[in-house]
């Protein structure tokens, strides 16, 4: 039960309430209108409209400025009945990459017999998308939030408001859905070669084998296997190696990446993705916790989402 000093805060008003799981009712608590810029002029208008009918005694300039007022009140209960009684619902988007956009379901739903019109929803990230949910039925609306760090995001706060019928008014509803998706660390530039690990000693390596990576170079290495792109980016001399997938096995240790904590996420969501690619077995060690050996979409996802929920 909200308390009186809660229900009268200024923040509720624009921020809304604490975050909820489930469906959101937007009720009498929930909506809030005022006058626009339109709203504001025209009881300007109005202002002056009244003070000439009364210094002058004109009841035709009574009767307008009260049919003004009449249908500006109406506007405002028009404006309240759009949003209220409406359902507000969103479901768990995919997992995406940090850098990439969000995307999350938001469902609007209208058990009532009237239409709802010009409904846009919007947070603080991007720009409102408009829509009508027709009578007793549903609307989806996507929206696609920038997700610019790891880890896990929450839907940002949604705001359903409308200026309908006159566009005098804004009625309003900011809204906080429960509801977050996983954000992997931002895959680091290709080109950096697996670390040197235990790979099948005194393999034959032949180039109709699968790719395995890339080995620092030795004398006698020939030379059409030399990673000259990494020789020209300055990643020092490296060969490419081949082996049958079965035999090779990763191992991909957070402690042996040079760089940030970040960066080092990132180098790593950059190998798995290449190891899953190139079909190698690898194992993901983190300084709490080692995902053991594995390959395939189920091991890729949970070494991912370690790496999106790694300590800041």
Wanted: glycine share 8%.
């Amino acid at each position: 039960m909200m308390r009186l000093r809660e229900r009268l805060a200024l923040s509720r008003f624009f921020r809304g309430e604490n975050p909820v799981e489930g469906p959101i009712m937007l009720n009498q608590r929930r909506v809030f209108i005022l006058p626009n810029r339109r709203g504001f002029g025209l009881a300007a208008v109005l202002l002056v409209q009244l003070l000439v009918a009364t210094n002058y005694s004109n009841n035709l300039a009574f009767i307008l400025s009260f049919l003004m007022v009449s249908i500006a009140v109406l506007g405002i209960l028009y404006g309240f009945r759009n949003l209220a009684g409406l359902e507000l619902s969103a479901v768990r988007g995919k997992a995406v990459f940090a850098g990439e956009l969000a995307r999350f379901d938001v469902y609007l739903s209208n058990p009532s017999r009237f239409p709802r019109i010009a409904l846009q929803l919007q947070t603080a990230s991007i720009d409102p998308v408009t829509t009508d949910v027709p009578a007793m039925s549903n609307a989806r609306i996507r929206l696609a939030v920038p997700a610019p760090r790891r880890g896990r995001m929450r839907l940002p706060r949604v705001t359903v408001s409308s200026r309908f019928p006159l566009g005098l008014f804004r009625s309003w509803s900011p809204n906080n859905l429960a509801v977050e998706i996983l954000v992997y660390p931002r895959p680091a530039k290709a080109g950096m070669p697996f670390p040197e690990t235990a790979w099948g000693k005194g393999t034959q390596l032949s180039e109709a084998d699968d790719f395995r990576g890339f080995q620092s170079y030795q004398p006698g290495d020939p030379l059409r296997r030399i990673h000259w792109k990494g020789v020209a980016k300055g990643q020092g001399v490296h060969v490419k190696a081949y082996e049958n997938a079965r035999n090779g096995e990763l191992l991909l240790d957070f402690s042996t990446v040079a760089g940030s904590v970040e960066e080092r996420l990132s180098q790593l969501c950059r190998w798995i993705l290449e190891a899953e690619q190139a079909g190698l077995r690898y194992t993901l060690r983190l300084p709490h916790l080692t995902v053991p050996a594995s390959l395939g979409s189920a091991h890729r996802l949970r070494c991912l989402e370690v790496l999106a929920l790694f300590p800041a």
